[in-house]
């Protein structure tokens, strides 16, 4: 089985944000960064498929030259080669201008199965899985929280909203998007990490269109009242909170 998984090298979301001066997405320096936490699912899943049927596993990313190091960690973890799509701007491509990019790589490569995250977690849009499976002409099953594979024939539930599953049965070639619960990504052992240095790392040429969309700005949330610390004994501190309920409920009044 040929098995592609796609995956994105986001900011750690403890870091602290700064907008870039154009004042259209954040500034990527000073930041901590790592493999998006929705594609470990997705690197996971595709390696135990692989561990199961055997074949290929190739992960892909597009993104600056530091995207290496999450396609490493891929490596590491399992997959056997890996490709870039090397774009130092690819912050400014919509998700259409993205899954067109990858679609143009996979489109010959003739993969039984694609697993992408549900979505980034800095972008958040959800949409390059699904259009990539549209590009490519193949069925897609979005939020997976389980998955099972016999021959031919996949079996995967979903998560819905209110905490509903739905289970779906799909032939493969097909496209899965993965949720948070679906597996325990494994951590990369030494002896993989030392593996994975010598794995090959691809970079094709980026062929993409003109994306459809853009970001005209990023702001910061607006500031919002500040708390207030109460301070004294049990006694003073309830009538402290009572005189600013009574304030308050005036001010409404």
């Given at each position: 089985m040929k098995i592609l998984v796609c995956i994105k090298q986001v900011p750690d979301m403890?870091?602290?944000?700064?907008?870039?001066?154009?004042?259209?997405w954040y500034s990527d320096q000073d930041l901590a960064w790592r493999m998006n936490e929705y594609d470990e699912?997705?690197?996971e899943q595709a390696?135990?498929?692989?561990?199961?049927?055997?074949g290929e596993?190739?992960?892909l990313s597009l993104g600056p030259a530091q995207v290496r190091e999450a396609?490493?960690?891929?490596?590491?973890m399992g997959a056997d080669r890996a490709v870039h799509l090397q774009d130092e701007a690819s912050y400014e491509k919509d998700p259409f201008a993205i899954a067109s990019a990858i679609a143009a790589y996979a489109r010959d490569e003739n993969f039984d199965a694609i697993f992408t995250g549900m979505q980034s977690q800095d972008r958040g849009s959800a949409q390059?899985?699904?259009?990539?499976?549209?590009?490519?002409?193949?069925?897609?099953v979005s939020t997976i929280v389980d998955f099972s594979c016999d021959g031919n024939s996949v079996t995967a539930k979903r998560e819905l909203e209110g905490?509903?599953?739905?289970?779906?049965?799909?032939?493969?070639?097909?496209?899965?998007?993965?949720?948070l619960g679906l597996n325990t990504p494994r951590y990369p052992t030494?002896?993989?990490?030392?593996?994975?240095?010598?794995?090959?790392?691809?970079?094709?040429?980026l062929t993409a269109p003109a994306s459809l969309t853009a970001t005209l700005s990023v702001a910061y949330p607006e500031k919002k009242g500040q708390g207030l610390v109460l301070e004294g004994d049990v006694g003073e501190l309830a009538d402290q909170l009572l005189s600013i309920l009574k304030e308050k409920t005036t001010v409404l009044k």
């Open positions: 403890e870091s602290k944000f700064k907008l870039n001066p154009a004042g259209t699912f997705a690197v390696v135990q498929l692989k561990e199961q049927t055997g596993l190739v992960v396609l490493k960690k891929a490596l590491a390059v899985g699904l259009m990539l499976a549209e590009l490519l002409g193949i069925n897609a905490g509903l599953k739905a289970v779906v049965k799909t032939n493969l070639p097909a496209l899965f998007t993965c949720q030494l002896p993989n990490i030392m593996k994975a240095k010598k794995k090959e790392i691809a970079t094709p040429a």
